[in-house]
């Protein structure tokens, strides 16, 4: 995405932030996940606190566990139905709220995988072949390209728009897929009716969160602390994170990334900054900062996790939410494809 389109973007973006609490009815969030393991810490302070917050500010919420997106790269859905409702146990220790929040999967809304249909005749070759973010997926995942990873910006369109989501928390990463969600809304109310709504991508999460090595923290890069891990496998993951010599703490990202890394981790649990642990630490060294570092995290994620712990004993109740939202997002996508239907003159 060029320096512009992505100004342009934090500009609409910047604009919304500030519609929001004063006209939360406008909008419609629509954001998800791909289900192919645990949340982490990276996801909760990159977006899931972020999800809580609108939805707690009475913005309307849905979120997508994108089931269909774990097979645009990988061979194999064995571990699929224990990701999903671990991804709704974690959800709802992390304070979303299925009375406000409608929580569902690709595979339970025929509808809404049915747009993909008409929303594919509005794409060209050469724009599906352009995402930045496409490709480099498909360089990381080592594998051909597939036609589905080719093509699911064009399904995350289908699921912003079964719901006429108009903002979509997303990192800069995802910023190429709402432009082509843009572009297909647009298409489609200029060739046929206007059915769908044009949605902004909300750049809340322009930080990256950095993983135990000073890279974004990522599942694929053994980087993450996941929100399920235990406090000894915390303090385990932190104690192997690789530091550096000099005893002075100082918080320098480019120099010192492991240590950085370390200091940023406790500034969000604590709400300090980063210069404030560091100079606190001093000459204490990277035991010290560890030690210091684990404790926030362990501190921060202790209701989390117990609420975690709760919540996996009552399994059927993790299902009956899923359930339910799977139910309310079939309505809302069979109302949109009669919108649809109707629109194409397809209504026999
Ligand atoms: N691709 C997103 C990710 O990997 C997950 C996702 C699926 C999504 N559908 C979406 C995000 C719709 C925003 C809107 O994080």
Redesign the pocket.
Known sequence: MSVDSFEASKKRSDAIQEDLAVHPEKYVM?????PTGRLHMGHYFGTIKERVRLQDMGITTRI?I?DY?VITDRDTTANIQDNVYNMVVDYLACGIDPEKTIIFTHSAVPALNQLMLPFLSLCTESELLRNPTVKAEQEASGHALTGLLLTYPVH?AC??LFCKGNI?P?GRD?LPHIEQTRNIARKFNERYANVFPEPEGLLTLDVVIPGLDGRKMSKSYGNAIALSATPEETAKLIKKSKTDADRNITFDREGRPGVSALLTTAALCTGRTEVDIAAEIGDGGSGTLKKYVTESVNNYLAPIRERRAELLEKEGYIKEVLHEGNRRANEIANATLDEVREAMNMVY
């Open positions: 629509l954001t998800g996940d791909r997508i994108a997106q995350q699921d912003i979509v997303v995802q």
